[in-house]
């Protein structure tokens, strides 16, 4: 097999292994799972029904808002168009019979995800191989990235950061093959058509715009006449692949609204049922920019345990390991360079011309990271508060080929160890020729350990059935009642009790003796008229000394039944307090049903 040829195998190997599996988790990742996952189902089904975008005002009401008054509708369509099309290739029911989303048809909208995180992978893999000329560390590289927890669950479900992840990996692996192979035709089209879909992709890839510019300026240099046949094909390309949705909207909305920032802000103030916060971001409560850099709140904890992995709405971490390991990653990429620029500084030694183009490309990709988190960091300063590493994604890439480069040194100033104490070279072959299969397989060990000990557990925590029995009457006698406060004329009522409140905080206390037949789980019944409206609050201690407990519900002026939940394991007194008004009142019943929790297996589409 040639060396085209294998390439070619191996790209199709990498895509093919993680479309396989990341297919298998969108199909296990329970249903909600995913942040946003109603908005994103949303537009899909809008293009998946009427097989266009939506357009604003006439497709207005059939489309679904949050309560900020946004819509998914109103951002780059990638993901979602990808997301529709895949989904008319398989065979499921839309709708259930009351009108919603079925459960197939949002597993069946998660395959667009799949799609692209696996193409980005593919994408990826390319580009590293053509940077490094090795496949070991082009295998290294995309196994980092797709086993990343954070990258396996955008994967998993209908989202649309896979598009910006998927089009700013294409976009970087064109800037590769430029920066290796020189401006030719090919470099030249696959550019138009990755920037274009950067357009049509999502917010956080368009942060490649700068660095691409810089790129351009640094390391193309071209006649004028054909660098300017070469400028406006790209153009044409960038116009074919995404730039048509910035005309789409003008033509709609008109020539001042390419980016629906005029419709947005409309559609906001009209459906918006929660304003939030006027004052937005770190800037609000007075944290500036160098406090969020000094860690402050935990901005770069959270936000760097949110890149490797903090799933299911920020609530699900994973194996320690797997972050130290992430940790290395970004310690030994910007490590690396820094200290190479240090001593290339501080040397004052005059580099070689290919030495200089390398650490110029390096140096760019170094800004596309830095220029990322910039942005990330701005817009949680004075936008929404919004930590979440996902946003930072788009840029794997480069962070990929930063730390592969300075692992590679590091691998090379631990030879040189070996040669000064005596290794000979056949220690060095072994070592060259295992590293990137021992790390690879670090990588694989974790994720999958994380996956099975702490994602599997989590999505699969066992149900409960709970099962309520028949409520039995245990009365409330006034000779059970120990103390009571801003309360006359307390009289027993058949099973219950009447009471006057002289004060603004009528509540009665029974002690142990008769709080003790309430233990146990329970659901509480009372039947209690009142003049005024209140909100029946009861306490209990368990143990003397210890924190109390309390259950509470309202109840209106009239007959009123409420309920109320008790869990209790002993009880040394119980309190019934009965709202912030005089008044009377008349406590007719007082019930209790106990409550079975029964353990039962995890959900069928857990099978771990």
């Known amino acids: 097999?040639?060396?085209?040829?294998?390439?070619?195998?191996?790209?199709?190997?990498?895509?093919?292994?993680?479309?396989?599996?990341?297919?298998?988790?969108?199909?296990?990742?329970?249903?909600?799972s995913g942040p946003d996952f109603s908005s994103h189902d949303d537009i899909v089904r809008f293009i998946y029904q009427h097989q266009r975008l939506p357009v604003f005002p006439q497709d207005e009401d059939q489309l679904k808002y949050t309560v900020y008054g946004s819509t998914r509708a109103l951002r780059p369509p990638l993901a979602y168009i990808t997301s529709a099309m895949l989904a008319h290739l398989q065979h499921f029911e839309l709708l259930n019979t009351d009108g919603s989303l079925s459960a197939k048809a949002r597993l069946a909208f998660r395959k667009g995800s799949v799609l692209l995180c696996s193409l980005a992978l593919m994408v990826g893999f390319y580009a590293l191989y053509v940077y490094f000329n090795s496949y070991g560390k082009a295998l290294v590289g995309v196994l980092l990235t797709g086993l990343m927890p954070q990258y396996t669950f955008i994967a998993s479900y209908n989202n649309d950061d896979s598009g910006a992840i998927f089009s700013a990996t294409l976009l970087v692996l064109a800037l590769v093959l430029i920066f290796r192979r020189g401006p030719g035709w090919r470099q030249i089209l696959l550019l138009g058509v990755a920037s274009g879909l950067v357009i049509l992709s999502?917010?956080?890839?368009?942060l490649l715009a700068l660095p691409v510019v810089l790129f351009m300026l640094l390391f193309v240099r071209l006649p004028l006449k054909s660098g300017l046949l070469k400028l406006l094909t790209v153009l044409l390309l960038v116009l074919a692949a995404g730039g048509w949705w910035l005309i789409w909207n003008m033509y709609h909305y008109g020539p001042h609204d390419p980016f629906l920032f005029h419709l947005t802000q409309a559609l906001a103030e009209k459906y918006q049922r929660f304003a939030g916060n006027p004052a937005h971001g770190y800037h609000a409560r007075g944290i500036?920019?160098?406090?969020?850099?000094?860690?402050?709140?935990?901005?770069?904890?959270?936000?760097?345990?949110s890149t490797v992995g903090n799933l299911d709405w920020l609530r699900l971490r994973v194996a320690p390991a797997v972050y130290w390991l992430y940790k290395a990653v970004i310690l030994i990429a910007a490590g690396w360079f820094a200290v190479f620029s240090f001593n290339r500084i501080r040397a004052r030694r005059i580099m070689k011309p290919d030495e200089k183009r390398e650490y110029a490309f390096q140096a760019l990709?170094?800004?596309?990271?830095?220029?990322?988190?910039?942005?990330?960091?701005?817009?949680?300063?004075?936008?929404?508060?919004?930590?979440?590493?996902k946003y930072l994604m788009?840029?794997?890439?480069?962070?990929?080929?930063?730390?592969?480069?300075g692992a590679t040194r590091v691998v090379d100033f631990a030879e040189k160890l070996i040669l000064r104490h005596g290794g000979g070279s056949l220690t060095i072959h072994w070592s060259r020729a295992s590293l990137a299969w021992i790390f690879a397989g670090l990588v694989l060990l974790l994720h999958f350990f994380s996956l099975f000990f702490y994602v599997a557990p989590f999505y699969g925590r066992v149900n409960h059935e709970m099962v309520i029995h028949q409520f039995d009457?245990?009365?409330?006698?006034?000779?059970?009642i120990i103390f009571s406060h801003?309360?006359?004329?307390?009289?027993?009522?058949?099973?219950?009790?009447?009471?006057?409140?002289?004060?603004?905080?009528?509540?009665?206390?029974?002690?142990?003796?008769?709080?003790?037949k309430l233990t146990g789980n329970r659901l509480m019944r009372l039947k209690i008229q009142s003049e005024t409206k209140g909100r029946l609050q009861l306490y209990w201690v368990e143990r003397k000394g210890e924190k109390g407990h309390v259950s509470e519900t309202p109840f209106l002026p009239g007959s009123n039944e409420v309920y109320l939940g008790i869990s209790l394991q002993k009880c040394h007194v119980m309190r019934f307090d009965f709202g912030t008004h005089p008044g009377k009142f008349i406590v007719d019943q007082l019930a209790t049903a106990r409550i079975d929790i029964d353990r039962h297996r995890p959900p069928d589409y857990l099978p771990f």
């Open 394 to 405: 788009p840029v794997w890439l480069p962070l990929v080929i930063l730390f592969l480069s």
């Open 486 to 516: 801003d309360i006359a004329n307390l009289k027993q009522r058949g099973a219950g009790i009447s009471f006057e409140s002289t004060g603004n905080d009528p509540y009665l206390i029974v002690g142990k003796a008769y709080c003790r």
């Open 1 to 32: 097999m040639n060396k085209a040829n294998k390439t070619l195998f191996l790209m199709l190997a990498v895509f093919l292994g993680f479309l396989f599996y990341f297919n298998w988790t969108s199909g296990l990742l329970p249903l909600g």
């Open 288 to 305: 500036g920019m160098m406090d969020l850099l000094k860690n402050r709140d935990g901005f770069l904890t959270k936000t760097f345990v």
């Open 473 to 480: 009457s245990i009365g409330l006698p006034v000779k059970a």
């Open 202 to 206: 999502k917010q956080t890839a368009w």
């Open 365 to 389: 990709l170094f800004f596309m990271l830095a220029f990322q988190f910039f942005m990330y960091m701005l817009v949680n300063e004075y936008n929404d508060i919004q930590l979440q590493g």
